[in-house]
């Protein structure tokens, strides 16, 4: 058992959290999850980190959770360290890009899915294949339904099937699919735009984004655009004295 499956390294202002694990095709167990989780808690307490970019290795992005079906006792444990993860990344308000340098399975499409960008890799494929293996694909079903076309998510779901990283840049699932040569520069870019950019803004905008996302209504929605314009753009926007050259 590979007990370092996942590595960290946090350089100006930048975390790059890189999935190591090749003997599971960058799929976790329970070591990993709980090393991910360690990840996830620093990127939220360390204030000296603006961003975080999650990439994988040996021709795979994220492969999801890796139980082993001949320990019984491994379930419980592997159980309490997603509980973990999940918080932590509950938890988390820095903003993440994926950087989808290979394949991306499973709870794969979860992190790209949870982050504000992505950038992947001509050539990778994303699928859900659980119910070829013999389950259900219930959480990660919570975590795509909302950005997967209908059709696409019960062809994912049902059939096991891969699709293209130019499907997902199709349906909004990434949001740059670049060969290998443009890849890092791609990533750069986004993980310019929060270095470069007033952080209060950028926490703000993100605020804005997901407390809109859960209002229906359009009317509810300008009510909330309007209070929260007043009470913490407009203040925000004097304190940076942001220069605006349009």
């Known amino acids: ?33 709980n090393q991910f989780a360690d990840a996830m808690e620093t990127l939220k307490k360390d204030p000296a980190i603006k961003v975080a970019v999650i990439k994988g290795s040996h021709g ?14 491994e379930n419980d444990i592997y159980a309490d360290a997603i509980a973990r993860y999940t918080k932590a ?8 890009i994926a950087a989808v340098n290979g394949h991306c399975l499973k709870a794969g499409l979860g992190t790209v ?47 096991a099937w891969n ?21 890092d520069a791609t990533v750069q870019k986004f993980v310019d735009v929060y270095l470069n950019t007033p952080e209060e803004l950028i926490y703000l905008t993100r605020k804005a984004y997901r407390e809109l ?3 229906s209504s359009r009317e509810e929605r300008q009510a909330f ?16 004295k942001q220069q605006y050259n349009v």
């Open 1 to 33: 058992m590979n007990d370092k499956q996942l590595t960290y390294t946090v350089e100006n202002g930048v975390m790059t959290i890189t999935i190591d694990n090749p003997e599971m095709k960058n799929g976790l167990n329970y070591i990993g999850i």
């Open 60 to 73: 795979y992005f994220f492969t999801g959770g890796r139980v082993d079906p001949n320990n019984p006792g």
């Open 89 to 96: 990344c509950n938890e988390n308000d820095k903003p993440i």
């Open 113 to 159: 899915t949870a982050a504000d960008f992505a950038v992947a890799l001509k050539g990778v494929e994303f699928g859900l294949p659980e119910i070829k293996m013999g389950g259900v694909p219930m959480m990660i079903m919570v975590e795509t339904m909302d950005f997967l076309p209908k059709k696409l998510a019960m062809e994912s779901y049902l059939t």
């Open 163 to 183: 699709f293209s990283a130019e499907e997902a840049l199709r349906v909004g699932l990434v949001n740059r699919v670049v060969d290998e040569s443009e890849f």
């Open 213 to 215: 996302s859960k209002i």
């Open 225 to 240: 655009g309007m209070k929260m314009l007043r009470e913490e753009c407009l203040p925000a926007m004097q304190r940076v």
